[in-house]
């Protein structure tokens, strides 16, 4: 069986070391089961070696901050042929902020990226700001969030 490298350009390799740190975050939680435990270590070292996972195996792991009725995620999604890391804002049924200037600026604030197996892309991504968001989330305690760990056991989510 031959193992695909996940092709990242060399700009884009700090969001290798944000995503193994995130992970090492949550394994400090006392909130994880075992298989979350070890969903996450098993990512870490698919994503240290810079590899995609074999077929059958799929790990999705972050961690979600809510306040008032809006929440951000963070995650990680890897499997057998993409790598999908991202942050997104959800507005509760209630959120006040939706069509709001603040609304539309956490919108703008959202990342998305994607690495396919033997697809480079064509320009770096630009990942400093989900580095930057990731590096320390005890910080959302701080402003007022909640927090709660995101970990999908292998096989239930694939990246989508």
């Known amino acids: 069986m031959s193992v695909s490298k ?33 969903q996450i270590r098993m990512a870490q070292g698919y994503l240290t070696e810079q590899v995609f996972p074999p077929a059958e195996e799929s790990y999705d792991f972050g961690f979600i901050v809510e306040r008032t009725g809006l929440s951000r995620e963070w995650s990680v999604c890897l499997d057998s042929d993409k790598l999908l890391i991202f942050s997104l804002y959800n507005p509760g049924d209630e959120c006040p902020h939706v069509g709001s200037p603040e609304f539309s600026d956490m919108v703008d604030r959202q990342d998305s990226f994607t690495w396919y197996a033997d697809y480079p892309h064509e ?25 709660e760990a995101d970990v999908h056991p292998r096989m239930t989510r694939h990246c989508g």
């Not at 700009?11 to 740190?21: D, F, H, M, N, S």
């Not at 770096?124 to 909640?146: C, H, L, T």
């Open 123 to 147: 320009e770096a991504f630009d990942v400093s700001r989900w580095i930057e968001e990731v590096a320390n989330p005890d910080k959302y305690y701080f402003q007022g969030f909640s927090i």
């Open 6 to 38: 996940i092709p990242f350009a060399t700009e884009e390799l700090g969001i290798v070391k944000a995503a193994v740190r995130m992970g090492d975050w949550l394994l400090c939680r006392t909130d994880l089961t075992e298989a979350q435990r070890r």
